[in-house]
């Protein structure tokens, strides 16, 4: 079907547009599959790539110390050594604790985080590791993967006393097209729809339809909708109903129970794609494989969608350009892993780790289910994006953050649409955002 | 030469002593005693042919190794003078050597004496040796009515001759150096004189004791008076025992030596800082109690060997080189090891925080170790199975490669370790062959025989000991992958001592977490032997220490009985009242007697010295009320008669236990709490173990009148608690409800009092056990301690239920006798009745425990099971040919040798198998396979195997009390009836099958290879792709948890996962993800992307 006569919307208001570059392919597995592969090479390209990186840092911070490996450590001498961190945590889950005798001592109740003051950092190298001490070191800053370079000496108890921590930070960025971009144009964020969940409101996500397509309102809210150049949906759009696919033989009205959430989802999408672009990434519970990086959901969920040439599955994380604005982001599960196993003042804290450690999941595999790659770390963030979204978090916020370079970032909190009926929404030229909430009671 | 020659030399190495020297090892007299359990020998050790000539040692040879060990080497020894300072020091280990006397200590006697050496350490931690001298052996006789004091000259002349008979080769001037006439008591019967003459025997060496026991039991002819038998008292005690109970010093006690009653040695002899020279009358003997309760800051050497072994073979000495050894050395109370080295052989890079020492030869590597041990001058050697195979193994090892300067690890200067086999066979731990390496003046600890004797375990592989204990995964390298590793590179050997490292770190973390040190000194020094005889010997010689030390103080002498009448006649054991077997849902009130069998003893004064004779009864004309006739017939005198030593025993031992439990309470600080609490236990134990020692047929004084009387007291006071029970609290009386006795095991009873609550039944159950211990002689006490609720009650000794000891929530769920960790168990039988037992107890919810049951049973026959749980797991302990009855284990590694020698199991290892569909009438033990063979081949497992052999019998135990018609209902419902069976695909008939794609919705075959459903199916896409992908989440998430643990407990992140363990409850699932992930991703792969 040719979409391009659906571009005016109802009032008559042209639908403004954007130039849309995929960029998902370092995300896409293709063929690669498990073949007994094991997590220590993703571990070891993520190190190289970062010594790379950190290398010249090092010079420029700490010019006077040898840069080491953990093994040419000497006592009382001062160095720079590259590694990764791993925190030895007390309270992390393990799978061994589903075999423990006491059953009384697995925890009944999940505690939100695993972080307690017992936790040590260990730095890694290809050579050894290396238990870190001092004040200098804040374990419950930092997680398991992240890559840095640390200064100080190693003590006598075979320890290694920090004196600073050098964290990759911000990668370089392209300039944001200012001068390019004239007009006001609005990218929609929206994730966590949750459709299928039994007290899901249908009639919210409809009044977003609604809102998105121009249904709705006076002219001016249908002016300012005809901005909106794409919608994002960042994940949880249905919610898998797992009771339903443990194998067992089913029931033929229950079949009709797994599949009524995706054929909901499927009508709402086909409403949108007619009148815009949309791209939808999986996440966590969306029908597509767990482990990061999540492959896009396959179009024969979404026969009805399809048809349009607006209609885009993408990754999870997801990266793309639009009129030359750089966006990055995920489905929320890095930044909710990062929670859990450290500690932050809120989720743009997160975010804005994730950036200056250069990495989107450092987290992944130890905590954070992820494909065993060989070749590649692709959560390595190597160019800096303008906006840094992150799907399904519990409420909205944002923040500008600068880096060294001069980089500035947008950093998003894109909350669940299914609790808070809001979406946001992404000037493209001022990269300034609002909240688009939508209530179904009057208040 | 050899540091100790035992009765056999075993050793193989060449003959290092002169035949004329070996008379001492043959000399034991003609007949050799009957196999006694724990029959200990003194054996001689020759200071002369001890050392080797005195030449100076060489070092290792290796340019620059002295320098790195120097570094570790003791404080030095702070300047003193013997004549104004005092040594003090904790002893930790005594021994002999016969050198010759000293002049001014002895009686001015000429020829070998035996000299003891006590080892220890110092409050500063400097290493003592302390030679004493002039101690002299001795044991006592019965002195006949009719031999007068003129006979004994002749009594000496003539066990002298004999002596000398037996013993033609010996230089020994003389063999009886003393005969003298004491008053003393015997310990056994009761009697009405105080004392009588004995004659106490005074011999020149310890060995000398045993010689001349022998003659005189047996008979002598004494010139004049005929041929004559005697019957010798304290003839059987340990010369180094005999010194300790003399001087009264107790295992890991702390020693003085008064200033200027001792003075250093001139010539050296050993490797400690200080070597002092004293008399038995100087040494002071401190009891453990205020500043002496402390440990010394003695050194315990951890250590691990790695081997090279050839493929398919466990590694011998006669052939496979030791490539590393890890050790670490910890100083006793501190945190940190001091010392955390490695030894390779060939090139290792290095390891953060250890050192690393690599050689270019084997002998290089094992003389390193010997400078090591020398220069850290370890208290303690520690390791996990060190004396079975670490130890043997290196000194079996150094003989091969001919290296004759390697086992001079000892204490001692220029003395060799040598090897012999033993065998150590107790009622309590049963027979195990095992091999002694004595290392002179350091103490080994071996972890396993520790964890062997102290706890019941299913397996006691250090990885599933460290796995219960510590509570995590052990790595295991597989030893085909050691050879490997070591041909490899210093990166691949770097590995392989990381892993060395790990296994010698571990059991000083158990060593430290079980606190293995406080609760094993404080056992030596409350039953007063010393450590070393606790791992090595059994119950009898602690109980047997202590009666002696207590005999000693009232002047009692122990006579030397064996066995009484064969030793088979057993006597009644404890009661076991009837159990009533349901499911109470009312509470259940544990009425508790505090340590019974002590306080039977104690209250009934129940003795050797007080066990009056049958035909002694009417003899001594006791009065009735001066004796006490027990309810099996035996009689014994009261307390006001003569108190018994057994009862004097106990009464300390648990007013200690009382106090130290009082103290416990008190104590803040952690190593103070750790180190009463240790003691606590041990007195518990001891006090325990007394009525145990006096009913074994074969031990060292056995008195069947003393322990069935004591379980006839028990049985009686059982049944009197019960009558009493029900007497009392029953509606007649005023109460609500009638208490019915449910159980009673040999100390508790268990009452139903008919009350709704708790709290109710905690109330009555205090008020029982006030009434009823008022009706009993005291000590005895019957505790209420616990509720029960719910309970269920499935046979004798098998119930199950939720512990109370507070009123507003339960403690934890206590379970006896239901096997949820016996070894031939899959994990799947564990997971089930824990399981269900929680559902039951914990949530009330029987219908639901029913319900999984089921689910479980059609799970396993649906063949939806995750493989790990039916592993079922036996140790190899000898080659197929050597079972008599072919197993199931045994006939899988033989079938496995076959598929690939490399990996196959040998002896020593742990086979894991599942049991397989196989043909119909096959034998049980044909079925056995290789779990990854089975997951590798898709081969359907036996679900009927499973639910018939394991599940059945503990699930319709649990279910049978609960349920009616349990069998029918659980095993045989409906749930039974759906069953499916994988298809091998290694099996003949796979190999004409044509493989044809089928559509994933409905399995009917599609011939056109692009499809991915069938006409029928298409429009189910939506709905069917969501269930593929929905496996291929689950899979990964699977996979990502469990590769990520197996590299958290490898202790790396960059480096790949080798561990093997098939002990580990993770390894086939590890395997399984990976291989149904890779599956499921074929499938997923036909929808094309």
Redesign the interface.
């Given at each position: 079907m040719e979409v391009d006569t659906l571009r005016c919307l109802d009032g008559g208001f042209p639908r403004k547009q954007a130039t849309y570059t995929p960029q998902d392919e370092k995300y896409e597995l293709r063929?690669q599959?498990?073949?007994?592969q094991?997590?220590?090479h993703l571990?070891?390209c993520r190190?190289h790539k970062f010594r790379e990186i950190l290398t010249s840092a090092v010079k420029e911070r700490w010019p006077r110390f040898p840069v080491c490996t953990?093994?040419a450590?000497e006592d009382g001498k001062d160095c720079v050594v590259i590694g990764?961190l791993?925190k030895q945590m007390r309270l992390k889950p393990?799978?061994?604790d589903e075999?423990?005798?006491e059953?009384?001592h697995v925890a009944l109740a999940k505690p939100e985080n695993f972080t307690c003051p017992d936790d040590y950092l260990i730095l890694?190298?290809?050579?050894?590791?290396?238990k870190l001490v001092g004040d200098n070191v804040v374990p419950s800053h930092y997680v398991?993967?992240v890559v840095v370079a640390i200064c100080g000496q190693?003590g006598k108890?075979?320890?290694f006393n920090v004196q600073g921590i050098l964290e990759p930070n911000l990668p370089p960025q392209h300039p944001h097209p200012n001068n390019t971009v004239l007009d006001d144009k609005y990218v929609a964020f929206v994730s966590g729809f949750k459709i299928g969940r039994n007290d899901s409101n249908p009639l919210q996500v409809q009044l977003l339809v609604d809102h998105l397509t121009g249904h709705l309102g006076e002219e001016q809210e249908q002016s300012l909708s005809a901005q909106i150049v794409r919608l994002i949906i960042a994940g949880d759009s249905v919610e898998?109903q797992?009771n339903l696919?443990t194998?067992q033989s089913v029931s033929s009205k229950e079949?009709a129970k797994?599949?009524e959430p995706?054929?909901e989802l499927d009508l709402i999408l086909t409403q949108i794609a007619a009148s815009m672009p949309i791209d939808i990434m999986p996440g966590p519970n969306d029908?597509?494989?767990?482990?990061l990086p999540q492959?896009?959901l396959?179009k024969?969920?979404f026969?009805g969608a399809t048809v349009y040439s607006t209609f885009l599955t993408g990754t999870n994380p997801h990266q793309f350009e639009l009129d030359g604005v750089q966006f990055l982001g995920t489905s929320g599960q890095n930044i909710d892993d990062l929670d859990k196993y450290s500690e932050g003042g809120d989720r743009l804290d997160f975010m804005e780790r994730t950036l200056r450690w250069r990495h989107l999941a450092p987290t992944a595999?130890?905590?954070?289910?992820?494909y065993?790659f060989t070749d590649r770390d692709p959560f390595v963030i190597e160019s800096c994006p303008h906006v840094y979204f992150c799907g399904n978090q519990p409420s909205y916020s944002s923040r500008m953050i600068k880096g060294p370079g001069g980089q500035m970032v947008l950093l998003v909190c894109i909350p669940r649409f299914y609790d808070t009926g809001s979406a946001v929404l992404v000037n493209l030229r001022t990269l300034q955002c609002h909240l688009l909430a939508f209530s179904t009671t009057f208040c | 030469m050899e540091s100790k020659r035992r009765k056999s030399s075993t050793n193989s190495g060449p003959p290092l002593i002169p035949p004329s020297k070996r008379f001492q090892a043959n000399g034991e007299g003609p007949a050799p005693p009957e196999p006694m359990e724990e029959e200990d020998f003194d054996v001689d050790v020759f200071l002369e042919e001890a050392l080797l000539r005195d030449e100076e040692l060489m070092e290792s040879g290796v340019e620059g190794l002295a320098a790195r060990l120097s570094k570790w080497k003791r404080k030095t020894v702070t300047s003193f003078d013997s004549r104004s300072s005092n040594i003090v020091f904790q002893q930790l280990d005594i021994d002999y050597i016969v050198g010759e006397s000293e002049k001014d200590s002895t009686s001015g006697r000429a020829g070998p004496a035996a000299i003891l050496r006590i080892f220890g350490v110092t409050e500063e931690g400097n290493s003592v040796c302390c030679h004493v001298h002039g101690f002299e052996p001795y044991f006592y006789i019965s002195c006949l009515e009719d031999v007068g004091p003129d006979d004994i000259p002749k009594l000496r002349q003539a066990l002298e001759g004999r002596m000398r008979e037996a013993n033609r080769n010996s230089k020994s001037p003389s063999f009886v150096t003393k005969i003298e006439v004491v008053q003393k008591r015997s310990l056994m019967y009761f009697q009405l004189q105080k004392s009588r003459p004995f004659l106490k025997i005074t011999v020149a060496l310890p060995t000398m004791v045993a010689g001349c026991r022998g003659i005189l039991e047996r008979g002598i002819n004494i010139d004049g008076l005929g041929q004559k038998c005697f019957l010798t008292y304290e003839s059987n005690v340990l010369f180094a025992l005999r010194f300790m109970i003399d001087c009264e010093i107790v295992g890991g006690n702390w020693i003085e030596l008064p200033a200027g009653k001792y003075r250093e040695t001139t010539r050296k002899m050993s490797y400690c800082q200080l070597e002092l020279d004293t008399s038995y009358k100087n040494v002071i003997s401190h009891s453990s109690t205020g500043q002496y309760s402390k440990l010394a800051p003695f050194r315990i050497l951890s250590f691990d060997i790695e081997c090279a072994g050839r493929k398919g073979h466990f590694p011998e000495p006669e052939q496979d080189p030791v490539i590393q050894i890890a050790n670490l050395v910890t100083v006793q109370g501190e945190q940190r090891p001091m010392v955390r080295s490695v030894l390779t052989l060939k090139a290792c890079s290095p390891i953060v925080g250890a050192d690393v020492m690599s050689f270019d030869t084997e002998k290089e590597v094992l003389l390193a170790w010997r400078d090591l041990i020398r220069e850290v001058d370890p208290d303690i050697i520690i390791g996990y199975n060190i004396c079975k195979f670490d130890l043997p193994y290196l000194i079996e090892r150094a003989q091969v490669l001919k290296i004759g300067d390697f086992p001079l690890i000892g204490r001692i200067r220029n003395s060799r370790v040598r090897v012999r086999d033993t065998s150590f066979s107790s009622r309590q731990y049963g027979t195990r062959e095992s091999k002694e390496v004595t290392i002179e003046g350091r103490v080994q600890f071996d972890l396993l025989q520790v964890m062997q004797r102290d706890y019941k375990l299913s397996s006691y592989s250090l990885n599933s000991v460290s796995a219960h204990f510590l509570g995590e995964q052990k790595e295991d390298v597989h030893h085909s992958i050691i050879s490997d590793l070591q041909n490899g590179n210093p990166e691949t050997r770097r590995r392989l001592a990381v892993y060395c490292l790990k296994d010698a770190y571990l059991p000083q973390r158990l060593l430290d977490k079980l606190m293995f040190m406080y609760n094993y000194i404080e056992m030596a020094r409350v039953t007063g032997v010393p450590i070393s005889f606790l791992l090595s010997r059994g119950q009898s010689i602690k109980v047997l220490s202590q009666i002696l030390r207590k005999s000693r103080q009232r002047n009692f002498i122990v006579p030397n009985l064996k066995s009484q009448g064969g030793g088979q006649e057993g006597f009644e054991g404890a009661t076991v009242l009837e159990a009533k077997a349901g499911f109470y849902e009312k509470p259940i009130a544990t009425l508790d007697f505090a340590s019974l069998y002590p306080s039977i003893m104690m209250a009934y004064n129940l003795c050797y010295c007080t066990l009056v004779k049958a035909e002694d009864l009417n003899k001594l004309n006791l009065a009735p009320e001066m004796v006490s006739r027990t309810p099996s017939g035996e009689t014994f005198a009261k307390v006001t008669l003569e108190k018994g030593i057994l009862p004097e025993i106990l009464e300390e031992l648990l007013s200690a236990r009382k106090r130290a439990k009082a103290d416990l309470k008190e104590a803040k600080d952690p190593f103070e709490k750790a180190v009463l609490d240790g003691r606590q236990l041990a007195l518990k134990i001891s006090a325990n173990s007394v009525y145990g020692f006096t009913g074994a047929t074969v031990g060292q004084l056995p008195c069947l009148e003393i322990s069935s009387s004591v379980t006839s007291y028990g049985r009686q006071m059982i049944e009197h608690t019960k009558n009493l029970v029900e007497q009392h609290f029953n509606l007649s009386k005023g109460y609500e409800h009638q208490a019915e006795v449910v159980y009673g095991d040999t100390d508790s009873v268990m009452v139903q009092f008919g009350v709704h609550s708790v709290e109710e039944a905690m109330k009555l159950g205090r008020e029982a056990a006030e009434i009823i211990s008022g009706t009993f002689t005291k000590p005895i006490k019957l505790e209420f301690e616990k509720v029960y609720f719910p309970f269920l009650l499935i046979s004798k000794k098998r119930y199950a239920g939720l512990y109370w000891t507070k009123t507003n929530t339960y403690d934890k769920m206590d379970t006896k006798g239901i096997e949820t960790v016996r070894r031939d168990n899959c994990l799947l039988v564990k997971n089930l009745v824990n399981e269900c037992l929680h559902k039951i107890l914990v949530e009330r919810d029987v219908a639901g425990a029913v319900q999984y049951v089921k689910n479980t049973i059609s799970d396993l026959l649906m063949n939806r099971v995750d493989l790990s749980l039916l592993v079922i797991t036996k140790g190899l302990t000898k080659t197929g040919d050597d079972y008599a009855v072919k197993a199931a284990h045994v006939e899988l590694a033989e079938r496995m040798r076959k598929r690939d020698a490399a990996t196959a199991p040998t002896v020593g290892d742990r086979v894991p198998y599942v049991i397989i569909k196989a043909a119909k009438g096959a034998k049980a033990y044909e079925k056995s396979e290789d779990p990854i063979f089975v997951l590798e081949n898709n081969i359907p497992i036996d679900p009927h195997y499973y639910l018939e052999n394991q599940l059945s019998k503990p699930l319709l135990r649990i279910f049978e009390p609960i349920l009616k018609n349990a069998s029918k209902e659980l095993l045989h419902g409906s749930h039974t009836r759906a069953v499916s069976i994988s298809t091998p695909s290694n099996s003949g008939i796979m190999k004409f099958a044509k493989k044809q794609l089928s559509c994933i919705g409905c399995k009917t075959p599609i011939s056109d290879e692009s499809q991915t459903l069938c006409g029928h199916c298409n429009g189910r896409e939506a709905e069917l792709y969501q269930k593929t992908v929905v496996n291929v989440r689950e899979l990964e998430q699977l996979f990502g948890r469990l590769w990520t643990q197996c590299q958290r407990c490898q202790g790396s992140l960059h480096q790949d996962v080798l561990c093997t363990s098939r002990d580990c409850p993770i390894f086939y699932r590890r395997k399984k993800a990976q291989k149904d992930l890779a599956e499921a991703e074929v499938q997923l792969d036909r929808w094309q992307f």
């Open positions: 063929r599959r498990y073949k007994g094991q997590y220590s571990y070891y190190l953990i093994l450590l990764t791993y393990s799978i061994l075999y423990s005798k059953r009384s890694e190298d290809e050579s050894g590791r290396i398991t993967g190693e108890d075979g320890e898998l797992n696919l194998g079949q797994l599949i995706i054929k029908p597509s494989n767990f482990s492959q896009p396959h024969c969920l026969p595999p130890d905590t954070l289910g992820c065993p | -």
